[in-house]
Nanobody, 128 residues
Framework: QLQLVESGGGLVQPGGSLRLSCAASGFTLDRYAIGWFRQAPGKEREGVSCINIRISVRSSSTNYADSVKGRFTISRDNAKNTVYLQMNNLKPEDTAVYYC?????????????????WGQGTQVTVSS
């Protein structure tokens, strides 16, 4: 059974860092496009970052929402079947439940409709 599990969320002060993990079971992630999304209370789910299927040993293409460019970094560890979202210089407006989505042979997209498989989410709270 295909399953995605997010972890790594928590409470952090403004300016702090967190690393979220999206671990897959039941399938190998290297043939899936992965997107990170977030949803704050009362708001729609929005795309944060995405990474394309593994193109080569050296790279996979990535994309970021303007609001997180320069602060967040998405990466893969195929040996661990996990995709990470490193979040630095966190701001209170980054507070949300963060989800990862996966799509077999998909393309990196910040739109929710591009992904057919979702995890349960992990809470990130940025507050002093």
């Amino acid at each position: 059974q295909l399953q995605l599990v997010e972890s790594g969320g928590g409470l952090v002060q403004p300016g702090g860092s967190l690393r979220l993990s999206c671990a897959a079971s039941g399938f190998t992630l290297d043939r899936y496009a992965i997107g990170w999304f977030r949803q704050a209370p009362g708001k729609e789910r929005e795309g944060v970052s995405c990474i394309n299927i593994r193109i080569s040993v050296r790279s996979s293409s990535t994309n970021y929402a303007d609001s997180v460019k320069g602060r967040f970094t998405i990466s893969r560890d195929n040996a661990k079947n996990t995709v990470y979202l490193q979040m630095n210089n966190l701001k209170p407006e980054d507070t949300a439940v963060y989800y990862c989505g996966a799509q077999f042979l998909g393309s990196c997209s910040l739109g929710t409709m591009a992904y057919g498989n979702w995890g349960q989410g992990t809470q990130v709270t940025v507050s002093s």
